[in-house]
């Protein structure tokens, strides 16, 4: 059995719950997306799979 999860469309959806419920955390949020997104972009994935 080979299970298979895309973290993108899972951090979003969450992203958005998130920030439904508590607004102020929507600069945290995209805080923290965009750190991520520039660490995965500098060191790539290497064997980094979800």
């Excluded at 969450?14 to 997306?33: D, E, F, H, Q, T």
């Amino acid at each position: 059995m080979n299970l298979s999860l895309h973290i993108g469309p899972i951090v979003s959806l969450v992203a958005g719950i998130l920030i439904l419920l508590m607004p102020r955390l929507l600069n945290y949020i995209v805080a923290i997306y965009l750190i991520v997104i520039g660490l995965i972009g500098l060191f790539g994935t290497g064997s980094f799979r979800l």
